[in-house]
């Protein structure tokens, strides 16, 4: 059975610095990984998707990278700001189509 | 911009009472999911669906059940609802290629008293 793991659950840090935030998971045997972001009480939204057939994507200050081999993933904020303060969740695509979550990441950014 | 509606936001009903959870989509996609998550915990997959007239049991067990009559529409029903019921429910879409986001509506915030 697919186990997708965050590290670290919480993270607060001061506005202006770069951070990384890590998902592992244990079948690399998977279709693609998402990066996500949810803000308190709503839903999902996609960051970043990732092929099982490329290392990285870029999206703004955001890069996201993946070695499928090793089963993990890391997402790259720069320069955060106030506003990046949220959780973040990474999900893999795997056989039978089943999208399984990590348990995600609460970013705090401090002004 | 993609398009998935939930409704209701918020349900506040009674023991015992029958619910059904909307989910639509206008982006044509063939695959769709239910969540489960309490307040700051993970999500848990209890539903899913690859087309018409297909569904699934996610891996958390749920006493609701769905329908996937039409493409764009994913219900998601509660016979008897429970206190144990009370959570959010957040329904997801997604094309059929691998390269294809998933997109995820608001949810609806369940309490049942």
């Known amino acids: 059975k697919q186990e997708v793991t965050q590290i670290p659950a919480a993270l607060s840090v001061p506005e202006g610095e770069n951070l990384v935030l890590n998902c592992s998971f244990t079948?690399?045997?998977?279709?693609?990984l998402q990066w996500f972001r949810q803000d308190p009480g709503k839903g999902l939204t996609s960051l970043l998707l990732i092929q099982s057939s490329q290392r990285e994507q870029t999206s703004g200050r955001l890069n996201a990278s993946l070695d499928k081999s090793s089963g993990r993933s890391t997402l790259y904020i720069a320069a955060s700001q106030p506003g990046d303060s949220a959780t973040y969740l990474c999900a893999v695509l795997q056989g039978a189509q089943k999208l399984v979550f990590g348990q995600g990441t609460r970013l705090t950014i401090n002004p | 911009e993609a398009d998935i509606y939930q409704t209701p936001r918020y349900l506040v009903i009674g023991t015992g009472k029958k619910i059904t959870l909307e989910c639509s989509q206008t982006m044509g996609h063939d695959k769709m999911y239910w969540y489960q998550q309490d307040p700051g915990m993970e999500l848990h997959l209890i539903h899913y669906?690859?087309?018409?007239?297909?569904?699934e049991k996610g891996d958390l067990s749920s006493e609701s059940t769905v329908s996937r009559i039409r493409t764009e529409h994913f219900p998601l029903t509660l016979e008897s609802a429970r206190p144990s019921h009370t959570s959010q429910y957040l329904c997801a879409s997604s094309g059929e290629a691998t390269g294809v986001k998933a997109f995820f509506g608001q949810g609806t915030r369940l309490t049942v008293v």
């Open positions: 079948d690399s045997a998977i279709y693609n």
């Open positions: 669906s690859y087309g018409v007239n297909s569904t």
